[in-house]
């Protein structure tokens, strides 16, 4: 009884530490703009009756249901940047994502990393991290997880204004 | 031995029977002072620093006749929106800053999902849900600009659902808001 209790209570206790991620910090920053959306809004998205016969929407829609947790976070702020990018090393190290792609593009620096599941297209998170520079470039982290395909992005840069939608778009046509 | 094993088994009841005593007792009691958004609402539209009102349904005009079955339904399942609404001057920032951590105390309770959240620490919304997935009781809309006021806004209604979202937005579509009707509930 005493064991059970006590398994509980660690478990419980540690659930709490580790759902503190190292981006939390920056929800509070003024100069970090976030977005945050949860299971359940996608879930509800999914629900939303739709009779139209565009094979987008659809797409969208179906993505939409297999979505869990979408966090982005962008600042213009050269040296709040550089916290992100080192905060994203840091949650990098302990993760387990894989590279997919890494673009240089006119001193833009893409880093498209994914956390594959049983199958290689199948992506449980992706993970993004775009460095600014001094040039007006803002630094985005985005990361996306829920059990989908990859070749299903797409559908999700076409309906959303994500940032870094191009950059996505090429990681889901090199894959296919 | 066969002594040993009853009390054994006894006092195991015994620790269980505490455990579920101590465990009711327990949710009986966050359920009493637990502070809702409810009484937040009540309590503060007696203050003269917030503006708080509630607008009904009735104030779209819309003509009933040309919706359809499904639109009607979307949107007679909406009640009310219930608005509270805080500015902060100068000498009330600190009131400001302790009202808005009341309220996001408020907000963290697990009967309230959040939905999503957007805005930077200068200011944004947060939009949570109360209800099932399927029969949503009230859509919570909580926005705050760093040191200027902060805005909650509930949409209540009787199972709102998710799928009827486009019938809603199509129903209200073609309403015509009825603004000298609007007036009454502003000061």
Redesign the interface.
Known sequence: ?VRLITTLVITLVSQILFSQSVFDKF????????????K??F???G?????SKDPQTQKFLNLVKKLENLKVYVTSNLKVGSELKVASEKYLKTANLEELMRINDSGKNVRILVRTGAKDSQIRELFMLIEGSAKDNDTVVLSLTGDFDLNEISALTDQMNLPGGEELKKASKGKK | MRFSAVFYHQSKINIMKTIVILLSALTLLSCTTEPTLQKYFVEKSESADFLVTDIPASILKINASELTTDQAEALNSLEKLNILAFTASDEKIERFQNEKETLQKILKNPIYEELMRMGSGAGGATVYMKGTDDAVDEFIVFGHQKNSGFTVVRVLGNNMKPEQFGDFLGAIKNANLDIEGLAKYLP
């Open positions: 009884m929800e509070n920053n003024d100069e970090v703009t976030t977005v945050i959306v949860s359940k809004m879930e509800m998205m629900k939303v009756k739709v009779d």
